[in-house]
T-cell receptor, first 113, second 112 residues
Framework: SAVISQKPSRDICQRGTSLTIQCQVD?????MFWYRQQPGQSLTLIATANQGSEATYESGFVIDKFPISRPNLTFSTLTVSNMSPEDSSIYLCSVEDPTGELFFGEGSRLTVL | TQLLEQSPQFLSIQEGENLTVYCNSS?????LQWYRQEPGEGPVLLVT?????EVKKLKRLTFQFGDARKDSSLHITAAQPGDTGLYLCAGETTSGTYKYIFGTGTRLKVLA
């Protein structure tokens, strides 16, 4: 199993600003995933972050808008840049354990005014 | 692009009723997982199915993976209010970058 801590848990931001979300895992993991979830809806994969290499982004998501860092095997950050109200969402960090189970943080609820 | 469509999208039933949630795709997946998510929390794994035709039972929940590994179903017997939540299927992709694709979700509400 894995325990994931995300910060901040929620934030209200002004249009045009940027916010960095942190994800800390209590064990070393190879792959970390960042998802976006509109309240009550499903999860959309933003990118996969491997330590020591650039993140792999899904269609519709670009590095300039969602830069990701992965400095070590227990930590990652996702930045939402130049925010607009359309970026209001819940952002979830996830890791996979050796059995293939995904573990999630509690999410970071972002509201952009 | 591999997509997973879930049906129904919403379901409100009385305690004690049975229900089935479907997860369908035109793509093949290496494995398929079912998660349940409650408000303010991340999804929590219920089961993983790997082999085509596989059936797994978890108390009152029965999961089945389609023979062709393109679809899955979740059946709940005698639903209870504690089963209320967002149910998500997630497929492990077979091509391209290794990742999990989540289904569109089914929101279940069980009334006491």
């Amino acid at each position: 199993s894995a325990v994931i801590s995300q910060k901040p848990s929620r934030d209200i931001c002004q249009r045009g600003t940027s916010l960095t979300i942190q994800c800390q895992v209590d064990s070393q993991v190879t792959m970390m995933f960042w998802y976006r979830q509109q309240p009550g809806q499903s999860l959309t994969l933003i990118a996969t972050a491997n330590q020591g290499s650039e993140a792999t982004y899904e269609s519709g998501f670009v590095i300039d808008k969602f830069p990701i860092s992965r400095p070590n095997l227990t930590f990652s950050t996702l930045t939402v840049s130049n925010m607009s109200p359309e970026d209001s969402s819940i952002y979830l960090c996830s890791v996979e354990d050796p059995t293939g189970e995904l573990f999630f943080g509690e999410g970071s609820r972002l509201t952009v005014l | 692009t591999q997509l997973l469509e879930q049906s129904p999208q919403f379901l409100s039933i009385q305690e004690g009723e049975n229900l089935t949630v479907y997860c369908n795709s035109s793509s093949v997946f290496s494995s398929l997982q079912w998660y349940r998510q409650e408000p303010g929390e991340g999804p929590v794994l219920l089961v993983t199915v790997v082999t085509g035709g596989e059936v797994k039972k978890l108390k009152r929940l029965t999961f089945q993976f389609g023979d062709a590994r393109k679809d899955s179903s979740l059946h709940i017997t005698a639903a209870q209010p504690g089963d209320t939540g967002l149910y998500l299927c997630a497929g492990e992709t077979t091509s391209g970058t290794y990742k999990y694709i989540f289904g569109t979700g089914t929101r279940l509400k069980v009334l006491a």
